[in-house]
């Protein structure tokens, strides 16, 4: 049986959540078995929507405190979850990365993290997951009897079918947290990085802090978040939670604007996972350009302006 852990944030479950869901329902499919989910605290989605995912039966856990991420105790429940189950998906996310080696030592489970296609069954239990920053990819046999997956975010397809899972409570000891929180900062009004479909993203060619003002609008009217390269956030242009790449946040949007950034191969480790990247640059010779879906070579302050405008008259307001 298969078990797909589905990661919510502020009650609603995450996007990469169900692409875990449907990657989960057709291993099982190939495993000759059925895939339920469990979701941990309280969440305000339908659950019974999940059968369209492909989930049978999903197991929850209202326990109010498990609205606040701790990931020793979510490991805890999991196990005590998981005990039936002989494959347990994640998407391979922050809190995946944080729950899926703990929970690998109490079930003795082998884990691969960042799988990006099916299991292969034709000779033991094979999965394919991306290393070195996706510039390769490595097949893991995995011969333990409980076996843990994270699917990468955007590595599969979501498949929809008719379908209504059956919701029912799971009892388990939720343990208390042996760390406390003291006080939350919450990023409000903006479109969460790790979950956007459209991220435009900014350099050290925009010159400095006060420019980001073009980056900020393109990125309004396109529903998109904003993120930056390093440096970026190192000289404090912009808040560290933007950063992305090797050392920062590793996305999967579907496009990616990459505006006056050099791509660096740092950079590119945490961007090039996106559907489609539009490049920006003045120096035709950017190494960003060779990983680019599309190029636009040119002066950032006379591009952008332009795709502002464009996207207003697309949307009747200019
Ligand atoms: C161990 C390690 C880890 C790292 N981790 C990361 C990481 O996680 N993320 C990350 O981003 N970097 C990381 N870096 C840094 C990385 O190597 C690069 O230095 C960094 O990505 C460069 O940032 P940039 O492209 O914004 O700046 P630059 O390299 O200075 O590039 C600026 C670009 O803007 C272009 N430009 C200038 N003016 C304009 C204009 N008017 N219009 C259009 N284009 C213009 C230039 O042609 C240039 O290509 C790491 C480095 C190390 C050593």
Excluded at 82 to 93: C, L, Q
Excluded at 104 to 117: D, I, N, P, R, T
Excluded at 153 to 178: C, L, M
């Amino acid at each position: 049986m298969v078990l797909v852990f589905l990661d919510q944030a502020e009650g609603t479950i995450t996007k990469s959540s169900y692409e875990a869901a449907s990657y989960a329902a057709e291993t099982a499919k190939l495993l000759g078995t059925t895939a339920d989910a469990i979701v941990l605290g309280v969440v305000n989605d339908d659950l019974t929507q999940l059968g369209m995912f492909g989930v049978k039966d999903v197991h929850t856990v209202t326990n109010p405190s498990l609205n606040q991420f701790d990931a020793q105790v979510f490991a805890n429940v999991l196990a005590q979850a998981a005990a039936n189950y002989n494959v347990v998906i994640f998407s391979n996310n922050s809190t995946a990365k944080a729950i899926a080696p703990r929970l690998s030592v109490k079930l003795k489970a082998g884990l691969v993290a960042g799988a990006v296609a099916l299991p292969e069954l034709t000779n033991g239990f094979i999965v394919k997951k991306s290393v070195f920053s996706g510039k390769a990819f490595a097949n893991i046999a995995v011969s333990t009897e409980k076996k843990i997956i994270s699917l990468n975010v955007n590595a599969f397809n979501i498949v929809k079918t008719e379908g209504t899972a059956t919701v029912q409570p799971f009892e388990a000891e939720v343990g208390t947290s042996k760390v406390k929180t003291t006080s939350v900062d919450k990023v409000s009004g903006e479109v969460s990085l790790s979950e956007a479909e459209v991220v435009v993203s900014g350099g050290r060619g925009l010159k400095g802090p006060e420019n980001w003002g073009m980056i900020e609008e393109l990125a309004g009217l396109l529903g998109a978040a904003t993120a930056c390269s390093r440096p970026v956030a190192d000289i404090d242009w912009r808040p560290h939670h933007e950063h992305v790449g090797q050392t920062g946040l590793a996305i999967a949007p579907n496009l990616y604007i990459a505006i006056g950034i050099s791509g660096a191969i740092q950079h590119l480790a945490g961007v090039n996972r996106s559907k489609t990247i539009v490049v920006i640059n003045k120096d035709a010779d950017a190494p960003f350009f060779k990983a680019a879906d599309y190029g636009i070579v040119g002066d950032a302050f006379e591009v952008v302006p332009k795709m502002i405008d464009a996207v207003k008259k697309m949307k009747g307001l200019a």
